[in-house]
């Protein structure tokens, strides 16, 4: 039996730690009632004290988090939220949201085919991601034909309204630009 105090192993039946002296007890996984080690079964729920408890799913270290936020944010964006961060929890404040979908692309997908069609998507998504960070908004969630991106948070902005206007006005544009240069890469067969 591990002692809870000091993590030493103990032989099976022992009511003392033989490290540190500490009283060993047995705890109930499911209800954590205390137990002496000889016992079975908890008198409080009735569960099995010798089932090996379920560890409870470890959240993941403030680090970890970062780094996985990272690679989806521009560089300055992370920066900024980090010196923000005391302001931002717990913060009410207006925010501009932007939907941004790619309308036919049923049609596009039976002109151009799937291979030409899965390279169209990655253009498309790399257009809205980055057209959506020039204006300091963040996307926050990814569609199967398109994004939704947020204006005003994490950081306060202003303008965001404006922001996320000129933001899809430049995703337009670029948008146009890669069905136009898709439709010049489509299988001759069609």
Do not use: W
């Not at 809870?4 to 730690?17: L, M, S, T, W």
């Not at 151009?112 to 969630?141: C, F, R, S």
């Not at 199967?144 to 899809?168: T, W």
């Amino acid at each position: 039996m591990q002692c809870r105090q000091c993590q030493y192993e103990n032989r099976e039946g022992a009511k003392f730690c033989k490290k540190c002296g500490a009283k060993l007890e047995l705890l109930c996984p499911f209800c954590g009632n205390s137990h002496h080690p000889d016992c079975r079964f908890c008198d409080e729920c009735g569960h099995d004290l010798r089932e090996a408890a379920e560890s409870p799913p470890q959240e993941p270290a403030f680090d970890d988090k970062l780094d996985k936020i990272q690679r989806y944010l521009p560089k300055g964006l992370t920066e900024k939220i980090l010196s923000q961060k005391d302001k931002i929890e717990g913060e009410r404040k207006h925010v501009t949201v932007l939907f941004c979908e790619m309308a036919g692309l049923n049609t596009l997908s039976g002109e151009l085919g799937a291979e030409v069609l899965y390279t169209v998507m990655d253009e498309v998504y790399e257009i809205l991601i980055h057209k959506v960070h020039d204006y300091d908004g963040t996307v926050n969630e990814m569609t199967a034909n398109g994004a939704m991106a947020l204006f005003g948070a994490p950081i306060a902005l202003e303008d965001a309204p404006q922001r996320a206007i000129r933001s899809a006005m430049a995703i337009h544009r670029e948008m146009t630009k890669c069905v136009l240069s898709a439709s010049v890469r489509r299988p001759k067969n069609f």
